[in-house]
């Protein structure tokens, strides 16, 4: 059976969290997408740790952990998120990293830093892990697989075609020194050893995994509306955060992807730039932010400040939809306990004065408005409760008022950072 649990929204929505979870009762966890540009959070019994390319997985000892060929896998980045892991007492994970993935060059992450200081103020947020020139790079065909790394005569030829466009730039856009292809054909030889024990093959592990009936989870990182196809273009990431893709970039059959649990917070919050409807400056978003997640609101990747608003239904909704959700988890709804009101927003009004309820393209994202309800609180702390059924009424009303505005059942609620704080509803 092949799950996916993926984000609605822009991305922090608590997914980590979810996958550490269910992680417990699975074979098999995968990355599919993205690469070390953002953070899942997880708290566990080994303590807290930011994760952004190991998959959630890794805390379960009878789980094998996959990098699939839809990730741009920084070799360094894994190794050193790895050590951090052994280091800090966890045994060391299964993992498998596919033969097909591509890897991340250090001219993606200069390529990424570079770009955003010659955009300036139009820049779209990059995070400047190279994720935008990496993908880019794919497409066009320059990119480099792991399966390259091991021949060195043909990752020459690779790197040579690559970098006569990538030195031309260097010197006459950037005006910075060019790339070696020695020193870079060393250190990339040198990582591959490193990583080779873990290489194989993952396509065909996962086809055998599911084939004996094991359990997959496919983990998304960020959510919908960073979706380069159905997000807020060109305020996105580069590669699709969808379930959709997850067979994809997994290398699973289609038909075997049969639950698609999709992750949405209690309230909004977005990181980077673009259109962000909901958003609240001054006061009432300090507030929002300071008592939001575990530690406030801020990157884990980063540790830039997030942005903060009430629950977004047309965002959400849309973000349900475009995922295919099977069912939805509703996380960090211990936060809103402070509030006598709670609003949602449940429609947008344009530029033009329209009341609109299905989520714009961008042109017109930009000019909305949020159109408010509000909903009574609850004013009282919910960590610590075990049983859905002893919520505060307020509270399980909120919850259904969420989950009939998004269309798609709500089956688990979160109501702490921890692994235990979680409510089957
Ligand atoms: P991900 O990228 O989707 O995994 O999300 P992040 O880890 O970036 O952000 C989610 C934040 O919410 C982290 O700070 C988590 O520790 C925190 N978190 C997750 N679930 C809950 C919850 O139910 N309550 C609270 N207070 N924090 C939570």
Redesign the pocket.
């Known amino acids: 059976m092949v799950r996916a649990i993926v984000?609605a929204n822009w991305?922090?929505?608590?997914?980590?969290?979810?996958?550490d979870v269910l992680a417990e009762t699975s074979d098999v966890v995968v990355r599919f997408q993205g690469g070390a540009n953002?953070?899942?959070?997880?708290?566990n019994e080994y303590g807290?740790f930011?994760l952004h390319l190991l998959p959630?997985g890794v805390f379960h000892q009878n789980v094998v952990n996959v990098i699939g060929p839809g990730v741009a896998l920084n070799i360094d980045a894994l190794l050193a998120e790895l050590e951090a892991l052994t280091g800090r007492g966890v045994p060391a994970p299964q993992i498998r990293i596919s033969d097909r993935c591509q890897v991340m060059m250090p001219y993606h992450i200069d390529f990424d830093r570079f770009e955003e200081e010659r955009l300036g103020k139009q820049s779209f947020g990059s995070t400047k892990s190279g994720i935008a020139p990496f993908y880019s790079d794919k497409f066009a065909k320059t990119g480099i697989q792991v399966c390259q790394l091991y021949d060195e005569a043909l990752l020459r030829q690779r790197l040579a075609i690559a970098l006569v466009k990538k030195n031309c730039l260097l010197e006459h856009l950037y005006h910075k020194p060019p790339v070696d292809i020695d020193a870079l054909v060393a250190k990339l030889q040198a990582q591959a050893e490193k990583i080779r024990p873990m290489v194989c093959d993952t396509s065909r592990l996962l086809h055998e995994a599911d084939k004996a009936g094991k359990v997959i989870l496919l983990e998304g990182?960020?959510?919908t509306l960073r979706d380069p196809d159905h997000g807020i273009y060109p305020y996105t990431t580069s590669s699709s955060p969808l379930a959709g893709y997850g067979i994809v970039g997994a290398g699973i059959p289609p038909r075997s992807l049969t639950d698609i649990v999709c992750?949405t917070?209690a309230y909004s919050?977005a990181v980077g730039a673009g259109p962000f409807v909901c958003r609240l400056d001054g006061p009432e978003g300090d507030e929002l932010r300071r008592r939001?997640?575990?530690?406030g609101?801020f990157?884990?990747t980063t540790g830039r400040a997030r942005d903060v608003g009430w629950f977004d239904a047309v965002a959400t909704r849309y973000g349900m939809e475009i995922q295919g959700a099977t069912q939805a988890v509703l996380?960090?709804?211990?936060?809103l306990g402070y509030l006598p009101e709670i609003p949602v927003c449940v429609a947008y009004e344009t530029a033009d004065g329209e009341r609109i309820t299905d989520f714009p393209a961008t042109p017109v994202l930009m000019g909305c408005k949020p159109v408010y309800e509000k909903l009574p609180g609850w004013l009282c702390d919910i960590?610590g409760i075990r049983n859905y059924a002893e919520l505060p009424e307020n509270c399980r009303h909120y919850v259904d008022f969420i989950e009939a505005q998004i269309g798609t059942r709500i089956s688990l609620v979160?109501?702490?950072?921890k692994r235990e704080?979680?409510l089957e509803r």
């Open positions: 984000g991305g922090d929505e608590g997914k980590g969290k979810v996958t953002a953070g899942h959070t997880i708290i807290k930011a959630s990182q960020l959510g992750v917070k919050s939001g997640g575990d530690a609101e990157g884990a996380t960090n709804l211990d936060v960590r979160s109501n702490g950072p704080e979680i």
